[in-house]
C-alpha cells in the first residue's frame, strides 16, 4: 500500500474555480490541460487515489489556497488533446500515443481563512515549499509537514 502524497493544483478562478469544482457532479470534475511536461509526468506516474490536493487561485489580484480536493482517479490520457475544437488541442496526441495526462479531483472543504501567498512567503518554515521557488508549475508536490503547517493556517483541523 502506498503512502498519501500531497500536492498543489494551480487554477486561475476566471477558467476553473475551486466553486466551480464544488458545483460539479459530484463534486467532481478531470483536472485537464496541462501542457507542462513535468506536471505531466506528476499526473502521469505519481499523483494517486486519495492523495490530497491544495486547490489554489492563480493569476489574480491576491492569489492564495482556497480550499482541499482528493485525488479520486489516478492519471488517465487527456481526451481534451485529441479533441480539435477543445482549447487544449495537441495534434501530436494520439489514442494510442498519449502525450497529455489528467486526473480526477473531488472537492473536499474549502479553507475557512484562504493563505495568501503573501502569508506563505512570510513563513520561514515554507521556505523550501515548490511554489514558493518561482515555480510556475501547474502541479507542485507539497511535503506532508508543508501540509499541515498550510492547514493551520487555513484554520482547518485536522
Request: aromatic fraction near 16%; proline fraction near 12%.
Given at each position: 500500500m502506498s503512502q498519501r502524497?500531497?500536492?498543489?493544483?494551480?487554477?486561475?478562478?476566471?477558467n476553473f474555480s475551486f466553486d466551480d469544482l464544488r458545483t460539479c457532479p459530484n463534486?467532481?470534475?478531470h483536472w485537464d490541460g496541462v501542457r507542462n511536461y513535468q506536471a505531466r509526468n506528476y499526473l502521469r506516474d505519481e499523483v494517486q487515489v486519495g492523495d490530497q490536493v491544495l486547490f489554489y487561485h492563480s493569476n489574480i489580484a491576491v492569489p492564495a489556497i482556497v480550499g482541499i480536493a482528493e485525488v479520486v482517479?489516478?492519471?488517465?490520457?487527456?481526451?481534451?488533446?485529441?479533441?480539435?475544437?477543445?482549447?487544449?488541442?495537441?495534434?501530436?496526441?494520439?489514442?494510442e500515443k498519449p502525450i497529455w495526462y489528467m486526473v480526477?479531483?473531488?472537492?473536499?472543504?474549502?479553507?475557512?481563512r484562504p493563505v495568501k501567498l503573501a502569508e506563505l512567503k512570510n513563513n520561514p518554515a515554507l521556505s523550501g515549499m515548490v511554489l514558493l521557488?518561482?515555480?510556475?508549475l501547474s502541479i507542485q508536490p507539497v511535503r506532508e509537514e508543508e501540509w499541515r503547517q498550510i492547514l493551520r493556517m487555513g484554520g482547518v483541523e485536522e
Open positions: 502524497s500531497y500536492w498543489l493544483f494551480k487554477s486561475e478562478p476566471t463534486s467532481t470534475e482517479r489516478a492519471g488517465y490520457p487527456d481526451w481534451t488533446a485529441r479533441d480539435p475544437e477543445n482549447k487544449h488541442f495537441d495534434p501530436a496526441s494520439t489514442a480526477d479531483v473531488r472537492f473536499v472543504n474549502p479553507f475557512p521557488s518561482r515555480s510556475r
